[in-house]
């Protein structure tokens, strides 16, 4: 009897141990798929993933766009007539929301152009004048703004409040794209500084300037507007709104996410060795227009700027970016700036050199060196160095053009072929816009080719490991 059971274990343990084998492998299987989902979602970008799915009450998540985004428009009565081009460049009637913030009801263009934000009378900020000495009697009613914006009903999803003067010209694309990188239920400040060194010193170099406008997330911009009286009886003795505003942030634990495409334009004179040589991000704003020459040479300041946004309607993503390349047949260095110039060199220089902006502009406060907050060059005689220029002329989908203004005046670059007979530079840009989010590491490449009339610059993705000066 003891024998034949001895038997039966025999041959029937193998299958429970076969069995028992399985189980333990699908359960190892199991444990091996948890922990590689563990590592996975530890992951940095899974997380912001995961973040953004936890972002929407209702469990979906919308890409952010122009309707998730209010305007606090800082103006006056007194120049609103000067500066309306300005907002009418940008505006869109019946798509962006916000309102533009008079010291007083205007007393001209009424009934109110629809193509204009709506007005809003500021709030009577008299009971502020027991402890207001601020050099500046309007920046209580500037800093405000931001609290005034908030507390209006605007209707819909609002997930950032941006702010802005009236003299600000603002890139619709470009800022919904920036502001998507950023989490709008966490607290974001998101701006620039000045681009003069003084006017830093002077404020903040953490200080998001107003003239070049900045962002506040929803949860952050109901922050500042539920302790906005104690931010200005804390600070009466700031010098200006932007600085008032920047300290209440810092008060509550927020320091300035900064993004290069804001513009205060804190300079005077002649800014286009700046914009030909823009930071590698996208164009979000400038400021102080009608502080600098004409954006485009031989033209007044309305017909600059709607030149400028007419390119900006054809591929806002791509404005003001700039590419190098090299005609290697002559040994020339052609430095482009879409939408907006082209600069052409009668010798090889490299990239580094031609990112640093000519210094054809001058500083708006002065008393530092170097006075930028960037690496200028100075403007240069030597014909190796000087470029012949050429500005936008006409933009259409895929093909814009650059017209040469004016004779550089110089002599050839020593032993070049010179290029005094080029009269027009074309660029030819690939029909997909610029994908920010995935590009952003890296410009577009780009060759030269001669044609019978002008020279075509045909932008492209740069290749592996590719080498721009040959």
């Not at 940095?44 to 428009?73: E, M, Y």
Request: aromatic share 10%; charged share 20%.
């Amino acid at each position: 009897m003891l024998s034949n059971l001895m038997i039966k274990l025999r041959t029937s343990f193998p299958k429970i141990l076969n069995k028992n084998i399985c189980k333990y492998v699908v359960i190892c299987a199991v444990l091996v798929v948890c922990v590689a989902f563990m590592l996975v979602s530890s992951h940095p970008r899974c997380q912001l993933q995961a973040k953004w799915r936890r972002s929407d009450s209702k469990g979906v998540v919308s890409a952010t766009n122009t309707s998730h985004l209010v305007f606090g428009i800082a103006g006056s009565s007194n120049t609103w007539r000067n500066k309306r081009g300005y907002i009418e460049a940008w505006w869109r009637p019946n798509v962006t929301r916000g309102f533009l913030f008079l010291d007083r009801p205007p007393t001209e263009h009424m009934p109110w152009p629809s193509t204009d934000p709506p007005y809003r009378v500021s709030d009577d900020n008299s009971r502020y004048k027991d402890y207001n000495r601020h050099r500046m009697p309007f920046a209580i009613r500037m800093a405000r703004v931001i609290e005034e914006t908030f507390k209006a009903d605007h209707g819909g999803e609002v997930r950032w409040y941006v702010m802005a003067d009236d003299d600000t010209v603002l890139l619709l694309n470009n800022l919904v794209e920036v502001l998507s990188k950023y989490d709008h239920n966490k607290y974001f400040y998101v701006g620039m500084n000045s681009e003069c060194f003084v006017c830093n010193v002077v404020h903040s170099f953490g200080m998001a300037f107003g003239g070049g406008g900045y962002a506040l997330s929803y949860p952050l911009a109901k922050a500042v507007a539920d302790n906005m009286d104690l931010c200005l009886k804390r600070y009466p003795f700031l010098y200006g709104s932007d600085l008032i505003l920047h300290s209440c942030i810092a008060d509550l634990g927020v320091s300035l996410t900064q993004e290069y495409g804001f513009h205060q334009i804190d300079f005077i004179r002649d800014i286009s060795g700046f914009l030909s040589a823009h930071p590698h991000s996208p164009l979000l704003s400038l400021h102080h227009l009608d502080a600098v020459d004409p954006l485009f040479p031989s033209t007044n300041r309305t017909h600059s700027l709607k030149l400028l946004m007419k390119a900006a309607a054809v591929d806002e993503s791509r404005l003001l970016q700039q590419s190098v390349c090299y005609l290697k047949r002559y040994n020339w260095t052609v430095s482009a700036a879409w939408g907006y110039s082209v600069q052409l060199y009668e010798t090889l220089l490299p990239p580094s050199h031609l990112y640093r902006p000519r210094e054809t502009f001058a500083q708006w406060m002065k008393g530092a060196s170097p006075p930028y907050m960037f690496n200028a060059r100075p403007l240069s005689h030597d014909p190796c160095d000087a470029p012949h220029l050429f500005f936008l002329a006409s933009a259409a989908a895929r093909l814009t053009n650059y017209t040469r203004t004016s004779p550089r005046g110089l002599p050839v670059c020593r032993g070049a072929r010179s290029a005094d007979n080029v009269t027009t530079i074309r660029i030819a840009s690939p029909s997909k816009r610029l994908d920010w989010q995935q590009d952003e590491g890296r410009r577009e490449c780009c060759d030269v080719v001669e044609r019978m009339d002008a020279l075509e610059v045909k932008l492209r993705d740069c290749g592996a490991d590719e080498m721009l000066l040959p």
